[in-house]
């Protein structure tokens, strides 16, 4: 096992210094066409594509090469972790989710899926069938009674959320089998992290957006505790979230002092303030890159490291989409970092 943990990591770091991170971002600085953006991530496999073909061809070729290198870290252990192996598994979410609401828009085509190769077991080639495509998976009985309802027009937060939920149970549960401590102790504040910040993100986007009350919120939180013998007070991760409902939108006092309140968009003197989802998730997102890059260094040849790897291969994999859908609108990928609060 330590021989494919070293191997993995020593690979790993080089995947990482080769990825557009730290340093390597500023070569994405003003960047202005798709083209361009094509010609530096595939130097060597850029495609002559009109506007939006190119935006498509281009966003699946980010993806399918995240997708492809952590695959190729994972495959590094004869037998990768059970959290690893969740996490990959989050494509196959992604993807399902995705699928879902075609149905339920009545789209023929099947959206672009992932090839997360062994670990994969929906059968999307079974769509738009969503019974087929569930069958004999862990999604059967968990969707058992949301299938037959699927159809065109049908709102899928309720099945969104039950999926989200078990995928991010199935993470928490994995904690467990870590064996070494500082390991499955930093693992655990990664994601404990995760789920409350997703839990807060969630929260104002329904009550800015959809001016959603109390009731109606609380029950879509993934109101999760990690372990008893991993976390001491085993404190609810949505619990952030619950006591952000009793703050008003619109008065920034209000929010002094909750734990997540950096994140908050600051106050202007000449307008009135107002609390903003857009920012807090982007200023949120980068600050969990951040702590997924420095925990990747803190603790080499660890699954924890590698946990760091694939977050941070993800975080590559959002912000190289974000700014080639920027540019297919005519932004230069300066401002998109602006908007992404990345600079």
Not at 35 to 41: A, P, T
Not at 270 to 273: C, D
């Given at each position: ?10 690979k ?22 798709l ?7 595939f ?33 590094s ?25 075609s ?19 929906v ?35 309720a ?62 939180f ?18 952030e ?28 003197s000449?307008?009135?303030?107002k ?67 990345a600079?």
């Open positions: 096992m330590r021989s494919d943990s070293g191997y993995a990591y020593a790993a770091s080089w995947l990482i210094g080769k990825s557009f991170l730290e340093k390597r971002q500023a070569s994405l600085a003003g960047i202005h066409t083209n361009e953006l094509d010609r530096l991530i130097p060597d496999n850029y495609r002559e594509l009109p506007g939006r073909e190119l935006l498509a061809d281009l966003e699946k070729r980010i993806i399918e090469r995240a997708v492809r290198q952590i695959l190729s870290i994972v495959n252990y004869a037998q990768p972790h059970k959290l690893l192996i969740r996490l990959i598994k989050g494509f196959e979410y992604s993807d399902l989710k995705e699928c879902l609401s149905i339920a828009c009545g789209k023929v085509n099947r959206p672009v899926i992932s090839d997360i190769g062994r670990f994969g077991s059968r999307f080639d079974e769509y738009p069938d969503a019974a087929a495509m569930l069958r004999r998976t862990e999604y059967e009985n968990l969707l058992s009674a949301d299938i037959k309802s699927i159809k065109k027009g049908l709102n899928l937060t099945i969104e959320t039950k999926l989200d939920y078990h995928y991010y149970k199935s993470l928490v549960e994995s904690l467990s089998q870590l064996k070494i401590e500082d390991d499955r102790e930093t693992a655990a504040r990664l994601l404990a992290d995760e789920i409350s910040l997703r839990n807060c993100v969630w929260a104002l986007r329904l009550r800015a957006y959809y001016n959603k009350n109390k009731k109606q919120i609380t029950g879509s993934l109101d999760l505790k990690l372990l008893e013998n991993i976390h001491q007070k085993k404190s609810s991760l949505a619990a979230a619950k006591v952000s409902l009793n703050f008003s939108l619109d008065v920034r006092k209000d929010w002094h002092g909750w734990r997540w309140e950096r994140f908050l968009n600051s106050e202007e000449s307008l009135p303030w609390a903003d989802p857009r920012h807090f998730q982007n200023a949120a997102s980068l600050y969990m890159y951040h702590l997924h890059y420095r925990n990747f260094h803190s603790l080499p040849m660890s699954v924890s490291a590698i946990y760091c790897f694939i977050k941070l291969k993800q975080y590559e994999e959002d912000m190289l989409t974000s700014v080639a859908e920027g540019l297919a609108l005519g932004m230069d990928s300066s401002y998109v970092f602006k908007l992404l609060e600079v």
